[in-house]
């Protein structure tokens, strides 16, 4: 299976934009559907937002969307999120995730990002 590493995170302003990526290594990254969660500590990890394997299907939670674009380039293995109009609410670790199926749980997940926005 793969392995995830991610990177980009940071400080920023509110109103900034900052761009995550995650490298994968392995075997078939591209047979894999990617997503991007975030969690703090007073909350659940959430969702932010999805890609399939092919690129041709995303997915945005709604706090995101307009906001958010996740895209992936499997000639190199890499899945980026662009954010930007970042608000302090987005403050959090941000994971990288895959999976083979379509439905389920994430089975692969890299170490996180810290994204930390100041107002």
């Known amino acids: 299976q793969v392995q995830l590493v991610e990177s980009g995170g940071g400080l920023v302003q509110a109103g900034g934009s900052l761009r995550l990526s995650c490298a994968a290594s392995g075997r078939a990254f591209s047979n894999y559907n990617m997503a991007w969660l975030r969690q703090t500590p007073r909350k659940e990890r959430e969702l932010v937002a999805t890609?399939?394997?092919?690129?041709?299907?995303?997915y945005y939670a709604d706090s995101d969307k307009g906001r958010f674009t996740i895209s992936r380039d499997n000639a190199k293995n890499t899945v980026h999120l662009q954010m930007n109009s970042l608000n302090v609410d987005d403050t959090a670790v941000y994971y990288c995730?895959?999976?083979?199926?379509?439905?389920?749980?994430?089975?692969?997940w890299g170490q996180g990002t810290q994204v930390t926005v100041s107002s």
């Open positions: 890609i399939s394997w092919s690129g041709d299907t995303t």
């Open positions: 995730a895959a999976r083979i199926t379509t439905y389920g749980g994430y089975n692969v």
